[in-house]
Every structure is written in C-alpha cells, then in structure tokens.
C-alpha cells in the first residue's frame, strides 16, 4: 500500500468530506541516472560559480534575483521569498462544477487520487456518484509547498476520485498563436479517413498495451554490463518520410495494410468505378501479313 503524502478536506457549501492524498504515478518509473567521474567512477557534486571572480559560492552566500532588464536584477532573501509563498491548506475550497469534457487535456499537469479519510466514506461516494451521473467535475484552489494551484477534481468510475492538478492560462500556450493554416478537404479524402479510424478503433484506451522501450533496452543493457558482457549497439532506426506523393493514395494504402493485419477487421467493399480498359491498337492488315 503507497503512503498518502497529505490528508486534506475537500469543501463545498457546507459539506466537507476528509480524503488521503495520493500520487496518481510512480517516481521509480523512471531510470535516474547520475553524473559520474570517467576517470575514477566517483559521483560528482554540483558547485555554483560567481562568474565575475571565478570563485565557488556557498548555498549560504546564495540569494535569488529576477532580471528586469539586461544585467540588472531585483533581490530577495530567503526570509523575504517565504513572506511571499501561499500558506499551505489542509484543504480544497470548490468554486464551480463544469462540464468534464469543457477542460482541454493540455491544461493537466501532476495527477493525485483522492481516497476518503475516517469518518468519509459516505459522502465521498455521495460526491463522487453525483459528478459521474451530471457528467462534470470539481475545480477549486489548494495550497501545497508555497504555491497555490488550481485544482480539478473528476471521477474515476462511480467509487473513486482523482484531482488533477492544473496549470493556469498564462502557463499554456493558446494553440491560435500557432498560425494553423486551414487547407479544403475533399469528401472522397474524409470518407477514407473515417475509414481508417474505424478500423483502428477500440473501445477504450489500455495504457498496459504500450511499453516503454527505451527503459527495457536500457535495463537490458545495464544487466549485460553487469554480468561483464559486451553492449552491442543498435542500429539507428531510419527516420520516417513524410512527403506524401497522394493523399488518396497514402489513404487506401494505409487501408490496405490495416485489414492484411491479423484479427483485422474485412475492409469494406470499394464501390468506386473500375478503370476503363485501354484500348488494344490494331496492327494494320499490311504489318500482319508481313510477319505472316
């Protein structure tokens, strides 16, 4: 069983349900590697250089500065960023209820599950029932580690809750300053997309159906080197073209090779017109009699 990392209060009205807080991902999923000494294999240490006396500075000479023009920056002690962090809360205030799918994915950041607390059981299941029947979710503040942070609150199923912590407007980049420009569509080209689509489509999303390989190769090779065996190298995979000669035809032949998988479904039947057949060029009375 994981350890909560806090117990908070989730508040609404005059409700309050006590939950744990969990972390939603695992830390040790990813390899850590760290810097080393080719020579000797001894671990290095990090060293913060003043760049006008090319002396190392100590954590405790260290104060952090913000530059507000080129060269020139404002100051601030450690006393003085700490006067200025959010307090942290042993809560999270709900301000409104929206719909689930109105917040774009691109606004997630850290992910948390949310477990009741003693005593929360019953309106933990109450709210959480409540949120997957109306299709919404919760978004509120919450206070943590000198930051304060939107927050959302949805449900996992009907019995559990997940809050996902969320980055602000100013921290996402608004896909309209990307200067997409639109291109015309033609049905035929959409009809054969959806085709696509359909034939790759599943029921719902399996995130056991992907491995990380670049963690398994590494694994692998980190065993080999232990063991006292050689790495061989990969061959660098070749890059993928993306110049497409015909839309049609990239379309039907991405097609062709989704159905000539195994457990594939049929494609279905292609109506379009056959092509005429060219027409055979007589050989002229005299030219036959002369090969006769």
């Known amino acids: 069983m994981p350890r909560a990392l806090a117990s908070l209060t989730i508040s609404f009205g005059l409700v309050a349900i006590p939950v744990k807080l969990y972390s939603a991902t695992r830390s040790a999923g990813t390899l850590r590697f760290n810097l080393l000494h080719a020579k000797d294999g001894s671990r290095l240490r990090q060293q913060y250089v003043c760049e006008k006396e090319d002396v190392v500075v100590g954590r405790d000479e260290i104060v952090k500065g913000l530059q507000f023009s080129k060269g020139r920056y404002v100051t601030f002690t450690n006393e003085e960023m700490r006067s200025l962090e959010e307090l942290g809360t ?32 019953k309106p933990y299941a109450l709210f959480a029932k409540a949120l997957n029947d109306t299709g919404r979710c ?13 927050v959302m609150l949805r ?22 300053e990307l200067a997409v420009s639109e291109a015309a569509v033609r049905e035929p080209e959409l ?22 390989e670049v963690r398994e190769r590494i694994e692998a090779s980190v065993q080999q080197k232990v063991a006292g065996e050689e790495v061989s190298l990969a061959e660098p995979r070749p890059a993928a073209r993306g110049n497409v000669i015909d839309l049609m035809d990239a379309l039907r032949a991405s097609l062709d090779r989704q159905a000539a998988a195994p457990g594939a ?16 060029k007589r050989t002229p009375p005299e030219r036959r009699s002369a090969h006769t």
Request: aromatic share 8%.
């Open 90 to 121: 042993h809560s999270v205030e709900i301000a409104e209820f929206v719909p689930l799918a109105s917040v774009d994915p691109v606004y997630f950041d850290r992910s948390y599950y949310l477990v009741p607390g003693k005593g929360g059981a």
């Open 138 to 150: 919760a978004i509120g503040r919450w206070a943590s580690h000198g930051r304060g942070h939107v």
């Open 155 to 176: 449900p996992i199923g009907t019995q559990a809750l997940a809050m996902q912590q969320l980055h602000y407007a100013a921290e996402v980049l608004p896909a309209s």
């Open 191 to 212: 009809k054969l997309a959806r085709q696509l689509i359909e034939q790759q489509a599943k029921a719902t999303f399996d995130a056991s159906a992907y491995r990380d």
């Open 265 to 280: 479904p049929a494609r279905p039947a292609d109506r379009r017109r056959p092509p005429r057949k060219a027409a055979q």
